[in-house]
């Protein structure tokens, strides 16, 4: 069993930036971000390998987000830069026991308990 704890949320402005953590208790391998919105559906932000040699973005943020991994701290981070209203939502960080990239959340096994994003207009 791994224990997930998101930290790094906040409220921030139009245009800036958040840096998310997430904490893991174990060893896991493909690691990813997930967010929900009020009334919609969690979605896929984006996912890295175990070694962080791959990364998969969504397409809405391509090019504003970041992740990475330290695994000498079982951590994994979301840079969020350019941030804009739509972005508000929980964040969720989640882990697969396997090697499988996976957009969807029934992949993942692990889920941490959310961290509120709020960008304000």
């Known amino acids: 069993q791994v224990q997930l704890v998101e930290s790094g949320g906040g409220l921030v402005q139009t245009g800036g930036s958040l840096r998310l953590s997430c904490a893991a208790s174990?060893?896991?391998?493909?690691m990813g971000w997930f967010r929900q919105a009020p009334g919609k559906e969690r979605e896929f932000v984006s996912a890295i390998s175990w070694n962080g040699g791959l990364t998969w973005y969504a397409d809405s943020v391509k090019g504003r987000f970041t992740i990475s991994r330290d695994n000498a701290k079982n951590t994994v981070y979301l840079q969020m830069n350019s941030l804009k209203p739509d972005d508000t939502a929980v964040y969720y960080c989640a882990a697969e026991r396997d090697l499988a990239f996976s957009t969807t959340p029934a992949a993942y096994d692990y889920w941490g308990q959310g961290t509120q994003v709020t960008v304000s207009s």
């Open positions: 174990g060893r896991a391998f493909v």
